[in-house]
């Protein structure tokens, strides 16, 4: 077949190359626009847009899927578009211009968690399990009928960025066998059963931790904002980065927000039992491990808001 892909993130390049290495032809690879980065803001082209180059395919580069673009797809006679965390919605006519239609890589267990950080909402939620479902694109937001699933446990070791590169991974593989089924016509979509949950994308304000929380709570928020946007708390109305940590399940417990240091290790209080810094970062400094932090302050208790 003839495939568009569409994609920005680093998490959309496995499904890339996955399909270049295929039997089928991609056609045009449609990504978001240079986008400035770092401190300096230099137009930096997406991971995708990178490995597009780097496998000889034709970019398409837009944040507005406009009559342009469709005109443009259009024009190359293609069989099916794929989705991979494009950033931005197929509105019709394009949703129809692929004689299939286009699918999507989502990564989530649908209908929970439709929306723009699936992987976060989990793990802020304290899933035990999540996954990856391709289903075919439709107007109405991730609500098409299920080609393929994967499931994939949440564990305590788990962020939204290592799960996501993990899902990336596997949920290529899952997107490359449906991609296969579609092809020779034994690809069976089956209708999403169950309550719609909403994934919005995060905000600043969801990365930071309220100590006043159970620390399972507290622990599945850093989870699922670590990397992007970055736990952190306040100390002396600066923003502390929590970079690091882990359940104290055996410690003495504190007050909410007090910050301690008991045998070596630096405690954090929540609602229950505390919990463990192992790397942050102070405002205005540099990543450090929490230990030589604390050394460095000399203080006997500090309290984070």
Do not use: C
Not at 11 to 20: E, H, K, N, Q, T
Not at 39 to 59: F, I, Y
Not at 68 to 94: F, K, N, S, W
Not at 250 to 262: F, N
Request: proline fraction near 8%; hydrophobic fraction near 45%.
């Amino acid at each position: 077949m003839k495939l568009v892909f569409a994609g920005t993130p680093d998490a959309a390049v496995p499904s890339l190359r996955l399909l270049a290495a295929g039997p089928h032809e991609i056609v045009a690879v449609l990504t978001r626009t240079d986008a400035p980065l770092g401190r300096k803001r230099v137009l930096t082209p997406s991971p995708v847009a990178q490995a597009a180059v780097e496998l000889g395919l034709p970019v398409i580069k837009a944040n507005r899927l406009d009559e342009a673009v469709t005109a443009e797809i259009a024009a190359l006679g293609v069989d099916l578009g794929v989705i991979v965390a494009y950033g931005g919605l197929v509105r019709e006519p394009l949703l129809s211009t692929p004689r299939l239609g286009w699918i999507n890589l989502h990564f989530s267990l649908l209908p929970r968690w439709r929306g723009a950080a699936p992987v976060q909402r989990a793990l802020i939620a304290g899933d035990a399990v999540t996954g990856a479902d391709v289903f075919q694109l439709v107007p109405a937001l991730d609500a098409g009928d299920v080609f393929g699933r994967i499931e994939h446990p949440i564990t305590e070791q788990s962020t939204a960025a290592t799960l996501l590169s993990e899902l990336a991974v596997s949920g290529a593989e899952l997107l490359g066998r449906v991609v296969d089924g579609l092809a020779d016509g034994s690809a069976v979509a089956t209708p999403q059963s169950g309550e719609p949950t909403p994934a919005a994308k995060l905000s600043i304000d969801d990365a930071r931790l309220d100590w006043a929380e159970p620390a399972a709570s507290v622990f599945h928020r850093y989870q699922g904002v670590t990397t992007e946007p970055g736990a952190f708390t306040l100390i002396d109305g600066a923003r502390f980065k929590i970079h690091e940590m882990r359940h104290a399940e055996d410690a003495t417990p504190l007050a909410p927000g007090h910050i301690r240091a008991d045998d070596g290790r630096v405690l954090v209080g929540t609602a229950s039992h505390p919990l463990e810094l192992l790397r942050v970062q102070p405002a205005g400094k540099t990543p450090m491990n929490a230990s030589d932090w604390w050394r460095g302050i000399a203080a006997e208790e500090v309290i984070a808001e």
